[in-house]
């Protein structure tokens, strides 16, 4: 069978009515970017990016080298294109407008550049989340932060990079999630999976039980009725993963269906929560729903969150529809 590249796909995508030129090329930047990134993570300890940088970022964790060095990457990337407006990251406190050198474009760009990257040492799978969304008309000056701030169901694609065994982009353009191989010795992405589905149910929870003791009552007594398996309630046994990496929880899932949890637990409750909403969980909320996933709070669809910071963070539940329903369930009638 003829395989099919991210820019033959894109330009289908395009000619079917789904996305712009310059929304396309924005895409095909990104995808060039993170090959980048996935080469410098696969050197590991040979390319000397291994370790601290020696810096904080804006929500005071430490920076690994390779998060600086994936930042600077995308940005660098994207600066000249002519597609975007201004890029924002989980790595940067404020969004960095396209450099005056270069034309601007109607399109914003979140990420954050290496998620997981407390695993990056450990030789575990990181990656790279990102969402696009539109520049709101009217706006013709320099960009300004609230321009960022529209609720996930404005985004008008988003995707995951996994820097794993294969490098793997997850994209969705907001009528399905597509999944697209690297080719490592062609330097192409692939489509290796078309329409990836979620399975609606499921007997696999991914979350961090070390932070058991802080949830809130309800998320105690949901883990506790999964753990009571067979006996409990659920009337199942169910399995667990976590592997502090949400690109690689939210891919498992994908592939094998699943819940992914990082709830409101009382050391972060003055935060919010722990993930990120513009770079984490809206993006991943997008593409699990295009995927027939669902993603909520715990208290309602993350999408549908009026975003009131650029680094706001959030509790998150996602993955197979009708898990996450019941976890829901736990949080609203309690
Ligand atoms: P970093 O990108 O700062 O490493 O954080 C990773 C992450 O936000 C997410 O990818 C994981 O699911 C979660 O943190 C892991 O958190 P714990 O270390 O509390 O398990």
């Known amino acids: ?69 994936s930042n600077e990457i995308l940005l660098d990337a994207n600066a000249w294109g002519g597609h975007l407006a201004a890029c924002a990251s989980e790595e940067m406190a404020d969004p960095q407008p396209i450099p005056d050198a270069y034309p601007k474009g109607g399109y914003l760009l979140l990420f954050d550049p290496l998620d997981g990257s407390s695993n990056i040492d450990v030789n575990i799978a990181v990656g790279t989340i990102f969402s696009v969304l ?63 589905t979620i399975p609606e149910e499921t007997s696999e929870f991914a979350v961090n039980m070390s932070n058991q003791r802080y949830w809130e009552p309800p998320m105690q007594r949901y883990v506790d009725d999964l753990l009571a398996g067979k006996e409990g309630p659920r009337e199942r046994d169910f399995n667990m993963r976590w592997v502090a990496s949400m690109v690689a929880d939210v891919h498992r899932i994908l592939t094998r269906g699943g819940i992914f949890s990082y709830p409101l637990d009382s050391k972060i409750a003055a935060k919010g929560g722990k993930l990120r909403l513009m770079y984490e969980a809206n993006p991943m909320a997008f593409i699990v729903e295009q995927a027939g996933g669902a993603a909520s709070t715990g208290r309602g669809r993350i999408m549908d ?15 197979s529809k009708a898990e996450v329903e019941t976890a829901e369930r736990y949080h609203l009638d309690a």
């Open 305 to 319: 969150l009026q975003p009131e910071a650029l680094h706001q963070r959030v509790p998150v539940f996602l993955g």
């Open 134 to 196: 539109r520049r709101p008309q009217g706006h013709r000056q320099d960009v300004s932060v609230n321009e960022f701030l529209q609720p996930g169901t404005q985004q008008v694609a988003a995707g995951y990079v996994v820097y794993g065994p294969s490098t793997l982009l997850v994209l969705t353009l907001g009528h399905g999630t597509h999944v697209f191989t690297l080719d490592r010795e062609v330097g192409s992405f692939i489509l290796t999976r078309r329409d990836a």
């Open 1 to 69: 069978m003829k395989s099919i590249t991210l820019t033959q796909f894109l330009t289908e995508e395009r000619r079917a009515g789904y996305g712009s030129t310059d929304l396309t090329q924005l895409l095909e930047v990104v995808a060039r970017a993170c090959k980048r990134i996935g080469v410098a993570t696969g050197k590991g300890a040979l390319g000397g990016v291994l370790g601290e940088a020696g810096s904080d970022n804006v929500q005071g964790e430490a920076q690994k080298k390779l998060d600086v060095l």
